[in-house]
């Protein structure tokens, strides 16, 4: 099966730090763009940030995420990560990763492929 598999999400205190894992399954991670996007209970879907395939380039969703979230990839093992530190409560959500193909064009999740299950982050206060 063609998918994402998310993994290192868990129960942290606010103020704390994860890194959570993406790992590509079914297919080489290498020609396609990495994004993250978190689901929050009773709230839509949001994009959190973005890293192309081609050169590394990253964009985030908003400029407040840039500043505590990182994303990077590693191609030799086919995976993605999201760095989070300063975990606050209101960042508890099921993380996800997908792709919206080579190049990250849009936040409209309708428009990625290859989503995972998810991990569930929970901040604590």
């Known amino acids: 099966q063609v998918q994402f598999v998310e993994s290192g999400g868990g129960l942290v205190r606010s103020g704390g730090s994860l890194r959570l894992s993406c790992a590509a399954s079914?297919?080489?991670?290498?020609?396609?763009?990495i994004a993250w996007f978190r689901q929050a209970p009773g709230k839509e879907r949001e994009g959190i940030s973005c890293i192309s395939s081609m050169d590394g380039s990253t964009y985030y969703y908003s400029d407040s995420e840039k500043g505590r979230f990182t994303i990077s990839r590693d191609n030799k093992k086919n995976t993605g990560y999201l760095q989070i530190d300063s975990l606050k409560p209101e960042d508890t959500a099921v993380y996800y990763c997908?792709?919206?193909?080579?190049?990250?064009?849009?936040?409209?999740?309708?428009?990625?492929?290859?989503w995972g299950q998810g991990t569930q982050v929970t901040v604590s206060s």
């Open positions: 079914g297919f080489t991670l290498g020609s396609y763009a």
């Open positions: 997908a792709t919206p193909g080579s190049y990250c064009y849009t936040w409209k999740s309708d428009e990625f492929d290859y």
